[in-house]
């Protein structure tokens, strides 16, 4: 019904910047929350920014004053703009967002998509 995809990821060097985008498509009647999460080897999944329909963002201590997010509704897209890098950012970048859906001639309620994710590896 609803298909994320990430792309921005890559190889940088520390102190850095990259951007991700995630961009949203499919039956969608309204994209709601939008979060990007990471997933390092050997570690849990961890939320990294959020953001809501209206631009109140919240931020992981680890990557504050670093990563500023944002989205284009028009556009169902949401960005990470990822500054001064370091090697500890190296992870698989996954986008969620939560969407309301409508098909068969109807709305549907709200549930959570993800994306496949996208490389980020800062090299030291």
């Known amino acids: 019904q609803v298909h994320l995809e990430e792309s921005g990821g890559g190889l940088v060097q520390a102190g850095g910047s990259l951007r991700l985008s995630c961009a949203a498509a499919?039956?969608?009647?309204?994209?709601?929350?939008m979060t990007w999460y990471r997933q390092a080897p050997g570690k849990q999944r961890e939320l990294v920014a959020t953001i809501t329909r209206t631009t109140i963002t919240n931020y992981a201590d680890s990557v504050k004053g670093r990563f500023t997010i944002s989205r284009d509704n028009g556009a169902n897209t949401m960005y990470l703009q990822m500054n001064s890098l370091k090697p500890e950012d190296t992870a698989v970048y996954y986008c969620?967002?939560?969407?309301?859906?409508?098909?068969?001639?109807?709305?549907?309620?709200?549930?959570?998509?993800w994306g496949p994710g996208t490389q980020v590896t800062v090299s030291s």
């Open positions: 969620n967002a939560r969407v309301s859906t409508y098909y068969n001639g109807a709305y549907h309620p709200e549930d959570d998509f």
């Open positions: 499919g039956n969608i009647a309204r994209v709601n929350d």
